[in-house]
Nanobody, 122 residues
Framework: QLQAFGGGLVQAGGSLRVSCSASGGTFSNYVMGWFRQAPGKEREFVAT????????YYAGSVEGRFTISTDNAKNTMYLQMNSLKPDDTAVYYC?????????????????WGQGTLVTVSS
């Protein structure tokens, strides 16, 4: 089970960290991902990480501004978002899959959290 939290309202140029708690099993061999969906748009890939090995990959629109990470002790994944822009406004979802690598498509993920809203004001 995945639960995303930590969203909120932030001004453009600011920072925010969203979290995803994982429960109900061990995720050490899973590929984890963050996606986002803005109103009227399709869900889009943001970042992915292999929980155990830390290999990361980012969408071009967030690379250099966002950082994905995991904390094994807390069974939690994070997305640190810096230099936020109004275009980053969306519901952010965390996801997990046991199979694959560098998974960037929603259909590749079997498990999803409920989403947390991030709003960036101009």
């Amino acid at each position: 089970q995945l639960q995303a939290f930590g969203g909120g309202l932030v001004q453009a140029g600011g920072s925010l960290r969203v979290s995803c708690s994982a429960s109900g099993g061990t995720f050490s061999n899973y590929v984890m991902g963050w996606f986002r969906q803005a109103p009227g748009k399709e869900r889009e890939f943001v970042a992915t990480i292999r929980w155990s090995g830390g290999s990361t990959y980012y969408a071009g629109s967030v690379e250099g501004r966002f950082t994905i990470s995991t904390d094994n002790a807390k069974n939690t994944m994070y997305l640190q978002m810096n230099s936020l822009k109004p275009d980053d406004t969306a519901v952010y979802y965390c996801a997990a899959t046991r199979y694959g690598s560098r998974c960037t498509q929603p259909y590749e993920y079997a498990y999803w959290g409920q989403g947390t809203l991030v709003t960036v004001s101009s």
